[in-house]
Nanobody
Framework: QVQLVESGGGLVQAGGSLRLSCAAS????????MGWFRQAPGKEREFVAG????????NYSDSVKGRFTISRDNAKNTVYLQMNSLKPEDTAIYYC??????????WGQGTQVTVSS
């Protein structure tokens, strides 16, 4: 069973960039499709980006398409989320998640991203 730990969150001004990392342990990382989700205060958790097991397929929510890039390094058991052109509405707790089959069953503890205007 995989364990996930996010890092890289912080405070950034609008228009700035951050790179989130999610390190996996306890499982065969390449067996999992990976995703990033976020939850803003008072809102439901929402999907941000996903990547296939070998990294050849990615998908994004419309709200981040063209600004965020998901990638993975299976040799390092890590998935990344490069976030550019950040907006105040991107402020949220960001979670990485792993999917062995159809659902995201494995979750990290989250990392806070705050974008100031």
């Amino acid at each position: 069973q995989v364990q996930l730990v996010e890092s890289g969150g912080g405070l950034v001004q609008a228009g700035g960039s951050l790179r989130l990392s999610c390190a996996a342990s306890g499982g065969t990382f390449s067996n999992y499709a990976m995703g990033w989700f976020r939850q803003a205060p008072g809102k439901e958790r929402e999907f941000v980006a996903g990547i296939s097991r070998v990294g050849d397929t990615t998908n994004y929510s419309d709200s981040v398409k063209g600004r965020f890039t998901i990638s993975r390094d299976n040799a390092k058991n890590t998935v990344y989320l490069q976030m550019n052109s950040l907006k105040p509405e991107d402020t949220a707790i960001y979670y990485c998640a792993g999917s062995r089959r159809n659902d995201y069953n494995y979750w990290g503890q989250g990392t806070q991203v705050t974008v100031s205007s």
